[in-house]
């Protein structure tokens, strides 16, 4: 029997790019530095860990379903509501379920053009039409997104801060997009780096998510709580959202030692407050490192920076790959349209400045 007799996915998911994280191996290198997945330097809470290692004798049971200590956990350092709260294997899962659950063929997903890739693939896989709006000085444009609502749209998708470019906007610009969509388009605040943000005016959306029935606020405990490993994110919405995300997902969806870990995460405040001090130290030297050398770093509130190469793409991938050469892992961003950048996570003092010396000898090796 030939192959093209045997069983065929639907229209248009062999047309979807998979998604490719970041590198973690460097051949022929002595060591490597991993700064191309936006992981926390310091690790996750010793807490998080010692509950994470506690679970170790309960494998062969089920998780709580629910994740009823973990939502509890949440709410409580959050001020929010445990019922509203819905918990995935990272926020990955949570945009897929979402778009699964309310757009399909025929319907429209938008975000701005350089926002997180996984909203496009979950949309294609879903059999929805991706629309991506420009952006201004690499933020999202407001106007250029409500422009391109239409009839179609069902759901609209806000990185903020974004990755990989670390802009934001504003609380005041996200309440006048929100006030502008029709009530059947469904609002996603995808807040995965919001710890890392102190800028007075960055938006509080679980505010917003209280007072309207089409906003939902998406965060992870991959990032600041160094939980990427285990798989873990949480989504605040609506009760009817709410209803919807638990008919969708799996039952157990989260293991019982990522939920241990993270009611631990949570409760970890002074590790949180000592990962956001670290990560604001070495962002800003990193960014002086790289404008000395002639990069510009673009501005950022994430725990990364996008570094803009004057020399164009050919200048970044050759700089891409004479750091991997000394073992030095960053992240091209072709895929979101940016193939004159490199984007760089912010790693232990020791990494930042042994990247900042390899960046130095990768220029000067392409002949920067």
């Not at 509890?72 to 659950?101: F, Q, T």
């Not at 873990?232 to 241990?260: E, T």
Request: aromatic share 6%.
């Amino acid at each position: 029997m030939s192959p093209a007799a045997g069983p065929m996915p639907r229209p248009g998911i062999l047309d979807v790019a998979p998604y490719v994280g970041g590198e973690s191996k460097a051949a022929g290198a002595n060591r490597v530095i991993r700064l191309a997945s936006n992981e926390n330097p310091l690790g996750p809470s010793p807490k998080a860990v010692a509950a994470y290692a506690a679970e170790q004798d309960d494998l062969h049971r089920y998780p709580d379903g629910g994740a009823l200590a973990l939502r509890r956990a949440i709410a409580e350092a959050e001020g929010l509501d445990a019922a509203r709260i819905v918990c995935g294997a990272g926020s990955d899962e949570l945009i897929a379920l979402l778009v699964r659950a309310y757009a399909g063929p025929g319907d429209e997903v938008l975000y701005s053009e350089h926002g997180f890739l996984m909203y496009g693939i979950s949309a294609r896989t879903a059999g929805a039409t991706v629309v991506a709006a420009p952006e201004v000085a690499l933020t999202a444009d407001v106007d250029a997104l409500i422009a391109r609502v239409s009839d179609k749209t069902r759901l609209l998708f806000l990185a903020n801060p974004n990755n990989p470019t670390g802009s934001y906007i504003s609380q005041a610009a996200l309440t006048r997009l929100h006030q502008a969509l029709p009530p059947n388009v469904l609002l996603v605040v995808d807040a995965a780096y919001a710890e890392y943000v102190s800028a007075p005016d960055y938006p509080q959306p679980a505010a917003l998510v209280e007072q309207a029935d089409n906003v939902v606020m998406l965060r992870t405990f991959s990032k600041i709580h160094g939980l990427a490993a285990l798989r873990l994110g949480w989504a605040y919405a609506p009760p009817a959202v709410v209803d919807v995300l638990n008919r969708v997902r799996g039952p157990f969806n989260v293991s019982q030692a990522a939920q241990a870990a993270g009611v631990a995460a949570v409760g970890d405040t002074a590790h949180v407050a000592h990962s956001r001090a670290h990560n604001d130290e070495w962002r800003r030297w990193f960014a002086q490192a790289a404008a000395a050398a002639g990069i510009e770093p673009l501005p950022s509130v994430g725990n990364f920076l996008l570094l803009r190469f004057p020399g164009g793409q050919s200048e970044a991938e050759q700089v891409l790959a004479a750091l991997k050469r000394r073992g030095v892992l960053v992240r091209g961003v072709a895929a979101y349209g940016l193939a004159n950048c490199l984007r760089v996570t912010i790693g232990t003092e020791e990494e930042m400045r042994t990247t900042a010396e390899a960046l130095q000898e990768a220029l000067s090796e392409t002949g920067a």
